[in-house]
């Protein structure tokens, strides 16, 4: 991975360039809440904490969940919500898996997008959609919904919404097309990053679509945290 990066302003210009910044080699002790927070306002998460871990729970192996061992499907953070989605997800590890999967995947939604014409992209913009919360979520009383188009824009910056699953195309042939043209591009223009132990992994969410391969350590502990903007 290069050189160790710690600065913040280094990790401005990686979020910039590349859509996301993987920290590894921190030292001893690195305050990873106290540096992601310096991004921007913390989101709380759907526990109103600050901090979501990411564990597997018992009972929640039947269930599309991100506290269980399964693969997740491609998709941004927080497309559910009222509000613009959280600008930058951040990954720390606590605990890495042992054995294979477990990686966080990322690919470039900015990129996905070119594959369309500016006459899809406005109609992307001018058409809502019902984007909900997870099965797993809602096992656990946590039912969201919010009507928003697939793009839109703050502070001159594209915001984009995706989901592999939690979004019905029903009826809509370019929100059809775009989850088909974005299932393939993410299987192949993926990168992979398994999160070492004490590494960040920070991504800019209004670009980049990610998920998760699955995995069998059920002592895989990450921490997650939202920055908004
Ligand atoms: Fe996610």
Request: proline letters at 5%; hydrophobic letters at 40%.
């Amino acid at each position: 991975m290069g050189e160790p990066v710690s600065d913040l302003d280094e990790v401005r210009r990686l979020l910039d360039a590349d859509g996301y910044a993987y920290l590894s080699e921190l030292p001893t002790g690195f305050d990873h809440f106290a540096f992601v927070s310096r991004l921007g306002a913390v989101i709380p998460q759907y526990d109103g904490r600050p901090v979501w871990d990411l564990v597997a729970e018992p009972g929640m192996d039947d269930v599309y969940h991100s506290r269980n061992t399964r693969a997740l499907v491609p998709h941004t953070e927080g497309y559910e919500l009222a509000g613009r989605p959280p600008r930058y997800v951040a990954l720390w590890c606590v605990r890495p898996a042992e054995g294979p999967g477990g990686e966080t995947t990322l690919a470039d939604g900015y990129a996905l997008l070119e594959r369309f014409g500016e006459a899809d992209r406005r109609r992307m913009r001018d058409t809502l959609h019902t984007w909900r919360s997870s099965e797993g979520l809602a096992r656990r009383g946590v039912v969201i919904e919010a009507r928003h188009p697939v793009l839109s824009e703050h502070g001159g910056r594209v915001i984009l919404r995706y989901s592999q699953n939690n979004v019905d195309p029903a009826g809509d042939e370019l929100l059809g097309r775009l989850l088909d043209v974005g299932e393939r591009f993410f299987a192949r223009e993926h990168r992979a990053i398994s999160i070492a132990r004490n590494a960040l992994l920070v991504w800019d969410n209004w670009r980049m679509i990610h998920s998760r391969n699955a995995f069998k350590d059920r002592g895989r502990h990450l921490k997650r945290v939202l920055v908004g903007a």
